[in-house]
């Protein structure tokens, strides 16, 4: 280690690295059209519902990365929204 009275905190060095290692379930989409003796009994030629999840679940390695596992090669987040957790409902009504 050399100090050379400059301030080298932000310089390039290993103390910055973490393990990257991490599991993640992005995207997750089920969908379920209902049969159509149920459907001819209310007039409807058919019902389709789905179910999309978005970045439901990561799992990281290291504790100690507290941001987005999936920064670029520099290991620089840019200070960016982390990806948004969402659920999305639909249905799908066919006359």
Excluded: C, Q
């Excluded at 379930?25 to 001819?40: C, I, M, Q, R, V």
């Excluded at 519902?49 to 999936?70: A, I, M, Q, R, S």
Aim: charged content about 20%.
């Amino acid at each position: 280690m050399v100090y050379n009275g400059a301030d080298n905190f932000h310089a390039t060095s290993s103390r910055h690295l973490y393990d990257g290692d991490y599991i993640r379930l992005k995207d997750l989409t089920f969908g379920y059209n209902l049969p159509s003796k149920f459907t001819e009994g209310i007039g409807l030629d058919a019902i389709s519902f789905t179910v999309k999840g978005t970045n439901l679940y990561t799992w990281v390695k290291d504790d100690g990365l507290k941001l987005d596992p999936e920064v670029g090669a520099a290991g620089y987040t840019g200070l960016v929204t982390p990806p948004v957790k969402s659920v999305v409902f639909g249905v799908n009504v066919k006359f």
